[in-house]
């Protein structure tokens, strides 16, 4: 027999006059709403710093802060409930809370994409349907066999095959919020998993909304099944034919690059509101109808990521913990008896085990090692808020009962809570790409072979630079250039990561590339290539990524196309005028992952305009010299060398002068004195004969004269190389530690590009490939690891897998 609590009391006011006019503000609803609102989203806030670095995810901080605010703690029957959290007030607070949960997934709906579905191959539907069907067969054969040979509660009996199936569901959001909290989205692993858990999803979803239906019909024997069946098949029309037209219309009013019109998201947030009321009407709840909108929304710019920009921080970090909270106050550990604990806990298990085997069996079949496919299978397992909310649903259709509903809730906090350190501590995206044991660096590439570069762009800006660097760099037929292009862009207003390719005669029709100059970028690249077109190849690509897990997509790219060298844009663009714009942290936190994880040697581009032209460096208008001056400083190490080899490879090229100055200390012992000087004998020869070259040493002492020596070159070249790391034990860098404004270029780097720096001259900031910190090199800083150079070798492409056709 259900009970029902009637609270009965004088109606006054949701506003409090304040104490000084002698009342209790907690008294009144507006204050309480907002003391809830506050106290739920600081200690989510709270529990996510203290759980983040330990691998778990946000649903497991939100989900403690709703157990620990909920009746088997805090919000038990004590002071700190009445004052809290009291019975009268739920009615508003619950509203607000299931407020955020409708527009929270509506806005999952607009950053699904489904034509993931579409576009999946073989590999993923086959482990999506696998991860379906084997843990729903599993369980409900399993919960089979409980009935006819356990004793049981008449209620737990009756709701056991039910419980089997709540347990078999999975959730594409859920995958993909995991994903992100993990920064494994754009990983080889989290593609295959967003690609699979969007086809278990939709699966999910189509037997849910089946059952719920037919559950409705049937709990009150009206035989309103066909017109609840049509009621719902209206509401995707209206939402399809009506709805989604209105949207696309939108974006084809919005400018290339321009916001959206706020009158625009107004009435798409009055859309929101109609299909809520809509859903609530034909008995689907309020949550169906925005979901379903969110997914006819058009993803990503300009329209999904305008809605997301603008609601998507204020829902999650305010007003969803207060719905965990409600969902979990449900949750009382008192009155859960241990034998039903143990039937559903064992129907838990058999889910998560059917869940593993079921995405483990296809992954190792298609050939995925077993530790990326348990990996795999225990993503696949997470549960996450949607799984909450079937739950409720089926408690309010009374499908089961609020003990199951407590132990369930449970059982997925304890399971999620396992499964994402597991992963953490089993997974690491950059193992593929750190594992090869062939030098990728020009230094150990031949002068006479095809070089291979991966330039990154974060703005359109840096594209003239990164052309005429490639320039500078000497293409020819018989030393042909084949650079990978890579337009980098912060993913919004999508969960999904996406990794296109532009080849040539295919536009991009979406919007997505032209808000974003991807376009204008590869338009430039191409006609440099056409001008070019029996030295350089160029291959361009858009990648649309996280800035947390953007590195996962460079390095894997630069892994698989066997470059020798990425270069990358500094985050800071220096103006004419020689002020500096700053284009954001996150591009310098790119930057450095980039750095750290990197198959390849690796060039950080400091333009200061001598390269940031609309036309070729090497016209001799532009500097009003004969030659393009490049300059490169050599002390000592692999990044020295790997310089030195690029500036050999530029000193090729008629139109250039180079010019490098090796500075040595003779007090000084160095540790890898033969592979420096056959670097320098391999520059020596390539220039001999070539007046417009030079090579000198310079003997300093200390870090001072060194200084004094590099300011006067001030303003000779163009573009001057140097090494990123070196030994901060030494003489020659004593001192310069101190003064280093930005690390990851290094001692010498910092010294010529930061802000207080007179040089105008380009930099090129150079780390050679480094293999692990297992071996030393005595050429390091600090904080960096270093390997001891092997044998020098020669990259040798095979002709088969030639880009250039030669």
């Not at 699966?203 to 089946?210: K, R």
């Amino acid at each position: 027999m259900n009970r029902e609590n009637w609270i009965c009391e004088t109606q006054k006011g949701i506003r409090s006059k304040g104490v000084f006019f002698g009342e209790n503000p907690l008294k009144s609803p507006s204050p309480m709403l907002f003391l809830q609102l506050t106290l739920a989203a600081l200690l989510t806030s709270l529990f996510q710093r203290i759980l983040n670095p330990l691998g778990e995810s946000a649903f497991i901080s939100q989900m403690l802060v709703g157990i620990l605010l909920g009746p088997s703690f805090l919000g038990g029957e004590n002071d700190f409930a009445e004052i809290v959290y009291p019975v009268k007030s739920f009615y508003i607070s619950q509203t607000f809370a299931f407020f955020g949960c409708m527009i929270f997934l509506f806005l999952v709906g607009v950053k699904m994409d489904l034509s993931i579905v579409k576009r999946s191959g073989k590999k993923a539907v086959l482990i999506g349907l696998s991860a379906f069907f084997v843990p729903l067969v599993l369980n409900v054969g399993f919960a089979v066999v409980l009935q006819r040979t356990v004793t049981m509660e008449p209620q737990l009996h009756k709701s056991l095959i039910v419980i089997a199936v709540f347990q078999c569901q999975s959730s594409f959001h859920v995958i993909a919020c995991l994903l992100g909290d993990l920064k494994l989205l754009n990983s080889e692993l989290g593609r295959l998993a967003v690609s699979s858990s969007m086809i278990s999803g939709v699966l999910s979803w189509i037997w849910i909304i089946l059952t719920f239906t037919i559950r409705q019909s049937t709990l009150k024997n009206t035989g309103n099944l066909p017109f609840m069946g049509l009621s719902l098949g209206a509401l995707l029309v209206l939402i399809i034919y009506i709805m989604r037209p209105i949207m696309l219309w939108m974006v084809t009013k919005t400018a290339a690059g321009k916001p959206v019109k706020e009158s625009y998201i107004i009435f798409i947030f009055i859309m929101v509101m109609i299909c809520s009321l809509l859903g609530e009407i034909v008995g689907q709840r309020f949550l169906l109808g925005p979901m379903i909108l969110g997914l006819a929304v058009p993803d990503g710019p300009p329209l999904g990521s305008a809605l997301v920009e603008k609601l998507e921080s204020y829902v999650s970090i305010i007003l969803l913990p207060s719905y965990f909270v409600f969902s979990a106050a449900r949750i009382n550990l008192s009155k859960i008896r241990m034998k039903t604990v143990g039937i559903v806990e064992v129907l838990a298990l058999s889910s998560f085990c059917g869940k593993v085997l079921g995405t483990m069996v296809p992954s190792i079949y298609c050939k995925m090692p077993a530790i990326d496919a348990l990996s795999l299978g225990l993503i696949m397992s997470a549960q996450g808020i949607t799984d909450i909310l079937l739950l409720q649903h089926g408690m309010l259709l009374l499908l089961i009962d609020p003990e199951c509903y407590s132990i369930m809730l449970m059982s997925s906090v304890l399971l999620t809570g396992i499964i994402t350190p597991v992963v953490k501590f089993l997974y690491n995206p950059s193992k593929r790409y750190k594992s090869t044991k062939r030098k990728r660096t020009i230094e150990h590439s031949s002068l006479d072979t095809e070089l291979r570069l991966l330039a990154c762009i974060f703005h359109q800006d840096s594209t003239p630079s990164i052309i005429n660097l490639i320039e500078v760099s000497n293409p020819t037929p018989k030393s042909p250039i084949c650079f990978y292009l890579v337009h980098l862009i912060r993913l919004s207003g999508r969960t999904a990561p996406v990794l296109m390719t532009h080849r040539p005669g295919k536009s991009s029709s979406t919007a997505l590339h032209s808000n974003n100059f991807s376009e204008h970028i590869i338009n430039a690249f191409r006609l440099y290539q056409e001008h070019n077109a029996s030295s350089v190849i160029m291959n361009a690509f858009t990648a649309i990524a996280p800035y947390a897990t953007m590195h996962d997509e460079v390095c894997t790219l630069a892994f698989e196309k066997r470059t020798s060298m990425i270069i990358i844009p500094f985050h800071k663009h220096f103006s004419t005028i020689q002020s500096t714009e700053e284009l954001g942290q996150p591009i310098r936190s790119v930057n450095n992952n980039i750095i750290r994880n990197a198959p390849c040697s690796v060039g950080i581009l400091v333009d200061r305009c001598t390269l940031n032209t609309q036309t070729s460096a090497l016209q001799t208008s532009l500097s009003g010299r004969s030659f393009y001056n490049v300059g490169m400083i050599f002390v000592e190490g692999p990044d020295d060398r790997e310089a030195l080899a690029f500036a050999t490879r530029m000193a090729e090229n008629p139109n250039v002068s180079v010019t490098v100055t090796k500075f040595t200390d003779p007090k000084q012992q160095s540790y890898s004195k033969e592979m420096n000087s056959e670097v320098i004998r391999k520059y020596v020869t390539a220039i001999d004969g070539k007046n417009q070259h030079v090579y000198k040493e310079v003997h300093v002492k200390d870090s001072v004269d060194m200084i004094n020596e590099i300011r006067s070159m001030e303003n000779f070249f163009d573009l001057i190389l140097v090494g990123r790391r070196h030994d901060s034990e030494s003489p020659l860098f004593m001192g310069l530690t101190e003064w280093n404004e930005f690390p990851e270029l290094g001692f010498l780097g910092d010294m010529l590009a930061s802000s207080d720096s007179n040089f105008e001259m380009s930099v090129l900031v150079v780390q050679q490939q480094s293999f692990g910190c297992g071996q030393k090199e005595k050429t390091g800083s600090s904080n960096d690891c270093h390997v001891k150079d092997p044998a020098v070798s020669v990259m040798d492409i095979r002709e088969e897998n030639k880009v250039w056709p030669l």
